[in-house]
């Protein structure tokens, strides 16, 4: 008994050796590689063997928004004030979302309602304003085969050319 009290205390203060760097790790910090974007795709093949019900638009990294030419000259749909987008266009060109962990580059249909291959992405300005000042929007989004469609409330903001 005497032996595993001594053991114990000896243990003691290597107990209190805490290898974390890092708040919320439980590992050394480290550098991790630059997030690589999402694949480019037609929305038919990146939509394909999904339950429509499953989809949400996914909020887009950095590397995403490289990958489609950047922010310049074009505005974002994002679902809170300081969120990154869901929904990146240009007023009057294509634009894409991310579905399914995937990047779609849907074509201006004219009306702020954008397609590919069965999907529908409709805009919709609201007569409200956030915070910080954005525009409120509603986007809809009609997925391939869907009988109904899929509404999100957020925010407008445009992005001008350097």
Request: hydrophobic share 45%; glycine share 10%; aromatic share 4%.
């Given at each position: 008994?005497?032996?595993?009290?001594?053991i114990?205390?000896?243990?003691?203060?290597?107990?209190?050796?805490?290898?974390?760097?890092?708040?919320?790790?439980?590992?050394?910090?480290?550098?991790?590689?630059?997030?690589?974007?999402?694949?480019?795709?037609?929305?038919?093949?990146?939509?394909?063997?999904?339950?429509?019900?499953a989809?949400?638009?996914?909020?887009?990294?950095?590397?995403?928004?490289?990958?489609?030419?950047?922010?310049?000259?074009?505005?974002?749909?994002?679902?809170?004030?300081?969120?990154?987008?869901?929904?990146?266009?240009?007023?009057?060109?294509?634009?894409?979302?991310?579905?399914?962990?995937?990047?779609?580059?849907l074509?201006?249909?004219?009306?702020?309602?954008?397609?590919?291959?069965?999907?529908?992405?409709?805009?919709?300005?609201?007569?409200?304003e956030?915070?910080?000042?954005?525009?409120?929007?509603?986007?809809?989004?009609?997925?391939?085969?869907?009988?109904?469609?899929?509404?999100?409330?957020?925010?407008?903001?445009?992005?001008?050319?350097?």
């Amino acid at each position: 008994m005497k032996i595993a009290v001594t053991i114990a205390l000896l243990a003691l203060p290597l107990a209190a050796c805490n290898q974390n760097t890092e708040l919320g790790n439980d590992r050394e910090g480290q550098i991790d590689a630059a997030p690589t974007p999402a694949p480019i795709m037609g929305a038919a093949a990146a939509l394909e063997n999904v339950a429509t019900a499953a989809l949400k638009p996914e909020t887009m990294s950095d590397a995403d928004i490289a990958a489609l030419g950047g922010r310049e000259g074009r505005c974002a749909v994002k679902l809170t004030e300081v969120d990154f987008p869901s929904f990146l266009y240009e007023p009057t060109g294509s634009g894409a979302i991310k579905l399914n962990g995937k990047l779609i580059v849907l074509r201006n249909a004219g009306d702020a309602r954008f397609e590919d291959g069965g999907l529908t992405v409709t805009l919709q300005p609201v007569d409200d304003e956030g915070n910080a000042g954005l525009q409120a929007m509603e986007m809809i989004i009609v997925p391939p085969g869907a009988k109904d469609e899929i509404g999100y409330r957020g925010y407008s903001q445009c992005f001008q050319v350097r």
